[in-house]
C-alpha cells in the first residue's frame, strides 16, 4: 500500500500502489491479462513524487515503499516509510497477494498506530485498478483508485467511501543499483528503435545500473553518434558499458587492411562513448571443416584482442550453440580457449546458449578461471521461469569465472517485452545476486 497524508485530518492514509505496463499502443506486443502478473508490477521500491502533477523526485521524498516479491510473483511483503528528521521511519507493513479463487487481489496490513486494515480489489485493465479498504469491524474507510502514466508513473486517488476526494499523490519506480545489474539491449531492440530516451528512462528506474549494445553501425548507436548517445545514456543515469561488435575474419590482404580499419575506428568511437569491453560472436563455426580454419579465428581474435588491449579496452568472444560442435574430435568452444591468448581475449559466457549446445556451464567456469569476465543471463522464457536453468548453481561460480559484468537478457516473452525486462531485474536481485 501507498501512504497520503489527509489534508482533511493530517492523518496519514493508507492504500495500495500497482504499476502497469508501458503504454500499450506503443510499447505492448502481447497484453498482460491475469491479475497476478499485473501485481507483480507492483514489486520494487516506490517514492512519492514532488506533486501530483510532476514525475520528479525530490533529493528526500517525503514517502518510500519497498515491496519484495514471493518466489512465485504471485504476492509481496510490503514496508512502507516516510521521510522525517533526517531518515525514514516505518508507518506500515503489509502483505498483498492474488488469490485464485476469487480472482482478485487480497491486502492484509497494519499500520504504525496498530491499528489492522483490509483490502480487496482488482485491475479492470492494465492501466486501471481500484481498492476497497475496510477496518477489521468491516467497516468501509477508504476507496483507492490507481491511473498509471506508464510502468513506473502512478497518480493514485484515495476517497470516502461517499466518494469525496480525500488526496492525490503521484508515485516513481526507482529500484536500487547496488548490485550492478546491466540490459543487452537486444531485449528492448523494438522500444530502443521507436523511443531510445524514454526506454532508457524505464530501464533506470527498473533498477538497471549499465546497459550492453549491439547495434553499431556507421560509426554510431541507433542513428546517434558515440558522443550523441554516451550524453543520452548518462542523462538516464545508466552507463554505456559494453558493446557486441561483428565483422567477419578477413579472406585476403585487401579484406585484413579494411578489417583492421574498421577495428580501430570501432575501438575509437567505443572509447568515445565510455564503453569498457567489446565482444564479437560467430555464427559460421558449423560451416567449418577443419581446425585449421578454427586457428585462423583464434588467431584473428588475438589481434583484435590486442588492439582493443592497447587502447584500454577489454574484449571478449560471445558463444551461441554451434560451439559445442566438434571438429575432428575437438569441442570448438575448447579449442577457443586454449588458442586464444587469455592477456587480450576474454569469454562472454551466454549461459542459455550453452545449455542449449548441451554443455554444462559450470564445467567451463572451473575449468577456465578468470576467463568469463562477462556473463549473459538468459533464459529459454521470462529469467527463472523455465525450470531449466539453474542460475543459483551457475553463480556459485562467478568468483573463480572473474565475473564483472552480469548482463541480463530476455528474447522469449510471455508477457510485454519491457515488463518482462523488468521481470528479468527483480529475478537477478531477490533471487540470484
Given at each position: 500500500?501507498?501512504?497520503?497524508?489527509?489534508?482533511?485530518?493530517?492523518?496519514?492514509?493508507?492504500?495500495?500502489?500497482?504499476?502497469?505496463?508501458?503504454?500499450?499502443?506503443?510499447?505492448?506486443?502481447?497484453?498482460?491479462?491475469?491479475?497476478?502478473?499485473?501485481?507483480?508490477?507492483?514489486?520494487?521500491?516506490?517514492?512519492s513524487s514532488i506533486d501530483a502533477q510532476t514525475d520528479s523526485i525530490a533529493s528526500n521524498p517525503l514517502l518510500r515503499m519497498t515491496n519484495t516479491p514471493t518466489m512465485d510473483k504471485s504476492a509481496?511483503?510490503?514496508?512502507?516509510?516516510?521521510?522525517?528528521?533526517?531518515?525514514?521511519?516505518?508507518?506500515?507493513?503489509?502483505?498483498?497477494?492474488?488469490?485464485?479463487?476469487?480472482?482478485?487481489?487480497?491486502?492484509?496490513?497494519?499500520?504504525?498506530?496498530?491499528?489492522?486494515?483490509?483490502?480487496?480489489?482488482?485491475?479492470?485493465?492494465?492501466?486501471?485498478?481500484?481498492?476497497?479498504?475496510?477496518?477489521?469491524?468491516?467497516?468501509?474507510?477508504?476507496?483507492?483508485?490507481?491511473?498509471?502514466?506508464?510502468?513506473?508513473?502512478?497518480?493514485?486517488?484515495?476517497?470516502?467511501?461517499?466518494?469525496?476526494?480525500?488526496?492525490?499523490?503521484?508515485?516513481?519506480?526507482?529500484?536500487?543499483?547496488?548490485?550492478?545489474?546491466?540490459?543487452?539491449?537486444?531485449?528492448?531492440?523494438?522500444?530502443?528503435?521507436?523511443?531510445?530516451?524514454?526506454?532508457?528512462?524505464?530501464?533506470?528506474?527498473?533498477?538497471?545500473?549499465?546497459?550492453?549494445?549491439?547495434?553499431?553501425?556507421?560509426?554510431?548507436?541507433?542513428?546517434?553518434?558515440?558522443?550523441?548517445?554516451?550524453?543520452?545514456?548518462?542523462?538516464?543515469?545508466?552507463?554505456?558499458?559494453?558493446?557486441?561488435?561483428?565483422?567477419?575474419?578477413?579472406?585476403?590482404?585487401?579484406?585484413?587492411?579494411?578489417?583492421?580499419?574498421?577495428?580501430?575506428?570501432?575501438?575509437?568511437?567505443?572509447?568515445?562513448?565510455?564503453?569498457?569491453?567489446?565482444?564479437?560472436?560467430?555464427?559460421?563455426?558449423?560451416?567449418?571443416?577443419?581446425?585449421?580454419?578454427?586457428?585462423?579465428?583464434?588467431?584473428?581474435?588475438?589481434?583484435?584482442?590486442?588492439?582493443?588491449?592497447?587502447?584500454?579496452?577489454?574484449?571478449?568472444?560471445?558463444?551461441?550453440?554451434?560451439?559445442?560442435?566438434?571438429?575432428?574430435?575437438?569441442?570448438?568452444?575448447?579449442?577457443?580457449?586454449?588458442?586464444?591468448?587469455?592477456?587480450?581475449?576474454?569469454?562472454?559466457?551466454?549461459?542459455?546458449?550453452?545449455?542449449?549446445?548441451?554443455a554444462d556451464p559450470v564445467d567451463y567456469l572451473k575449468a577456465f578461471p578468470g576467463r568469463f569476465f562477462s556473463w549473459h543471463v538468459k533464459d529459454y522464457q521470462e529469467l527463472g521461469e523455465s525450470?531449466?536453468?539453474?542460475?543459483?548453481?551457475?553463480?556459485?561460480?562467478?568468483?573463480?569465472?572473474?565475473?564483472?559484468?552480469?548482463?541480463?537478457?530476455?528474447?522469449?516473452?510471455?508477457?510485454?517485452?519491457?515488463?518482462?525486462?523488468?521481470?528479468?531485474?527483480?529475478?537477478?536481485?531477490?533471487?540470484?545476486?
Amino acid at each position: 500500500m501507498s501512504l497520503s497524508i489527509s489534508p482533511l485530518n493530517n492523518r496519514f492514509i493508507i492504500s495500495i500502489i500497482f504499476i502497469s505496463f508501458f503504454i500499450a499502443t506503443l510499447f505492448s506486443q502481447k497484453p498482460l491479462e491475469h491479475q497476478k502478473d499485473m501485481l507483480h508490477q507492483y514489486s520494487g521500491v516506490w517514492y512519492s513524487s514532488i506533486d501530483a502533477q510532476t514525475d520528479s523526485i525530490a533529493s528526500n521524498p517525503l514517502l518510500r515503499m519497498t515491496n519484495t516479491p514471493t518466489m512465485d510473483k504471485s504476492a509481496m511483503f510490503v514496508n512502507v516509510e516516510q521521510w522525517e528528521d533526517g531518515d525514514y521511519d516505518f508507518i506500515l507493513s503489509e502483505f498483498i497477494g492474488y488469490d485464485i479463487k476469487t480472482n482478485a487481489i487480497i491486502a492484509t496490513g497494519q499500520n504504525g498506530l496498530g491499528e489492522m486494515f483490509h483490502g480487496e480489489g482488482s485491475f479492470s485493465n492494465p492501466n486501471n485498478w481500484h481498492m476497497e479498504d475496510t477496518d477489521m469491524l468491516d467497516n468501509k474507510i477508504l476507496l483507492v483508485d490507481f491511473k498509471f502514466y506508464d510502468q513506473t508513473d502512478v497518480l493514485v486517488t484515495g476517497t470516502t467511501p461517499e466518494h469525496k476526494e480525500l488526496w492525490s499523490t503521484r508515485y516513481v519506480k526507482q529500484n536500487p543499483k547496488d548490485k550492478n545489474i546491466g540490459i543487452q539491449l537486444v531485449s528492448a531492440h523494438k522500444q530502443m528503435q521507436l523511443d531510445p530516451e524514454k526506454t532508457l528512462r524505464l530501464l533506470d528506474r527498473f533498477g538497471y545500473s549499465f546497459i550492453e549494445t549491439f547495434v553499431y553501425k556507421d560509426r554510431g548507436f541507433y542513428g546517434f553518434s558515440p558522443s550523441e548517445f554516451k550524453k543520452m545514456v548518462n542523462d538516464n543515469h545508466l552507463k554505456f558499458k559494453g558493446s557486441m561488435t561483428f565483422y567477419d575474419l578477413p579472406k585476403n590482404a585487401e579484406d585484413w587492411d579494411n578489417a583492421l580499419q574498421w577495428w580501430a575506428n570501432c575501438i575509437d568511437d567505443h572509447l568515445e562513448a565510455g564503453v569498457e569491453y567489446l565482444t564479437t560472436s560467430n555464427t559460421n563455426l558449423k560451416n567449418l571443416d577443419s581446425l585449421e580454419e578454427l586457428r585462423a579465428y583464434c588467431h584473428y581474435y588475438n589481434i583484435i584482442g590486442k588492439m582493443c588491449a592497447e587502447k584500454g579496452l577489454k574484449f571478449a568472444y560471445h558463444n551461441h550453440a554451434d560451439e559445442f560442435l566438434k571438429i575432428e574430435g575437438k569441442t570448438m568452444y575448447d579449442f577457443l580457449l586454449k588458442n586464444t591468448d587469455s592477456e587480450v581475449v576474454s569469454f562472454q559466457a551466454d549461459l542459455y546458449w550453452m545449455h542449449v549446445g548441451k554443455a554444462d556451464p559450470v564445467d567451463y567456469l572451473k575449468a577456465f578461471p578468470g576467463r568469463f569476465f562477462s556473463w549473459h543471463v538468459k533464459d529459454y522464457q521470462e529469467l527463472g521461469e523455465s525450470g531449466k536453468m539453474d542460475f543459483t548453481r551457475y553463480f556459485e561460480y562467478a568468483g573463480i569465472a572473474g565475473l564483472q559484468y552480469v548482463v541480463a537478457e530476455v528474447e522469449d516473452y510471455n508477457f510485454p517485452p519491457l515488463f518482462s525486462v523488468e521481470r528479468a531485474w527483480s529475478y537477478l536481485y531477490y533471487s540470484i545476486l
